[in-house]
């Protein structure tokens, strides 16, 4: 099984291996594409990357590890400078707000040094429900599930499920 099949089926993965390397460069360089000269036209660049995504707005300075498991439903709104590690699955519903320099992150390394050092991952999915507001600054962890409703605060690390129609401290 090739280490991005790992990655894909919830298992241990060696993210410095040479075929993760260049498909993580190629979303990097769709990026680059669409930061440089945002337009509409240009954001195909990176929503052609996406498992799905319908009527979203994207602000520059967006960044994903391999767009391929990113899930945007309608009307989604990503503010500027926002990051999305999507070594798992990252599913956000229909009319989300997320604000400017949040980051999803789905990837996560062992607490072991010396299998950090040789690249090994692991990976949870992200959920996020609809008509949920991350605030800016805001980072969500792997394996976080966020109920339809919630409000995420600004500069919040969100650590622990949030429910449906919580506002979330962090």
């Known amino acids: 099984m090739t280490e991005f099949e790992k990655m894909i089926n ?24 669409y930061n440089a000269h945002p337009s509409k036209g240009n954001l195909r ?40 590690l999507d070594s798992a699955p990252i ?16 990837v996560d390394h062992p607490r072991e040094s010396a299998a950090r050092v040789a690249g090994e991952c692991f990976a949870r999915p992200i959920h996020i429900g609809n008509r949920v507001w991350v605030g800016g600054g805001a980072k969500v962890l792997p394996g976080i599930s966020i109920g339809d409703d919630a409000i995420i605060a600004a500069n919040a690390v969100v650590t622990r499920n949030v429910a449906q129609g919580e506002r979330y401290f962090g």
């Open 10 to 33: 919830g298992e241990h993965f060696n993210s410095l291996d040479l075929a993760l390397r260049l498909k993580r460069e190629a979303a990097r360089l769709a990026c680059a594409k």
């Open 91 to 106: 599913h956000i519903g229909d009319q989300v707000l997320i604000g400017p320099a949040a980051h999803l992150y789905t």
């Open 45 to 84: 660049h990176i929503t052609r990357l996406f498992a799905q995504s319908e009527q979203v707005i994207i602000e520059p300075g967006f960044q994903c590890d391999y767009g391929s498991q990113i899930y945007l439903g309608k009307g989604v709104y990503i503010n500027f400078q926002c990051v999305f």
